[in-house]
């Protein structure tokens, strides 16, 4: 993984989170630069409506406040934090089990451009204060609608030298071998 510059990016090896962005923005990477797939960015659009509403309804309580006094406005007031409430509610239904933490999710498009295109799904986890990367990749096959999935654990170790330098070329061949996995999959069907 590299910077606009061209030199790799180095990350303080002892803060997980850093460590775990790092990779999945490495599988990001090797996803769209190197396999060639478009990323769909409609999950996060979701996210960002469902928040945009929510803030919408804040922001209406303030306006609203600003033109009618406390006494007047109760109804109202009242009103927009229910629905604020609601909003957060749907939010977290959203992440929970729509997003259901993907980071990722790209398109294959059809070669021939008449059968449905495939979508390649990327999540990660990683505990606090633990060395294990769990990388979870899912296929959804456009035509049959077949989803199959695969995953591999492994210590951030191994992507990672002493320094903190990201290890782009090992990183890689993990992701491409989940990757032939999964189409190997697909063959075998």
Do not use: I, M, P
């Given at each position: 993984m590299t910077d606009s510059n061209g030199k790799p990016i180095?990350?303080?090896?002892?803060?997980?989170?850093?460590?775990?962005?790092?990779?999945?923005?490495?599988?990001?990477?090797?996803?769209?630069?190197k396999l060639g797939y478009m990323e769909m960015h409609a999950l996060m659009n979701g996210r960002l409506i469902l928040c945009t509403l929510a803030v919408g309804f804040a922001l209406f309580a303030v306006a609203w406040d600003y033109f009618f006094p406390f006494p007047a406005s109760r109804p109202v007031l009242i009103t927009c934090v229910l629905l604020y409430f609601v909003m957060m509610v749907i939010l977290t239904l959203y992440t929970s089990y729509k997003e259901k933490g993907y980071f990722m999710v790209a398109m294959e498009k059809d070669q021939a451009g008449i059968d449905p295109d495939n979508t390649w799904s990327l999540a990660s986890h990683m505990k606090r204060y633990d060395d294990m990367y769990e990388l979870y990749m899912s296929y959804r096959?456009?035509?049959?609608?077949?989803?199959?999935?695969?995953?591999?654990?492994?210590?951030?170790?191994?992507?990672?030298?002493?320094?903190?330098?990201?290890?782009?070329?090992?990183?890689?061949?993990?992701?491409?071998?989940?990757?032939?996995?999964?189409?190997?999959?697909?063959?075998?069907?």
């Open positions: 180095k990350v303080d090896k002892w803060d997980g989170c850093a460590l775990k962005n790092a990779l999945d923005d490495a599988a990001k990477q090797v996803f769209t630069e096959d456009g035509v049959s609608g077949q989803v199959r999935d695969v995953r591999t654990e492994k210590s951030v170790a191994n992507f990672f030298d002493d320094n903190g330098y990201l290890c782009q070329d090992l990183f890689e061949r993990e992701v491409k071998k989940l990757h032939s996995s999964l189409l190997s999959e697909k063959k075998n069907l």
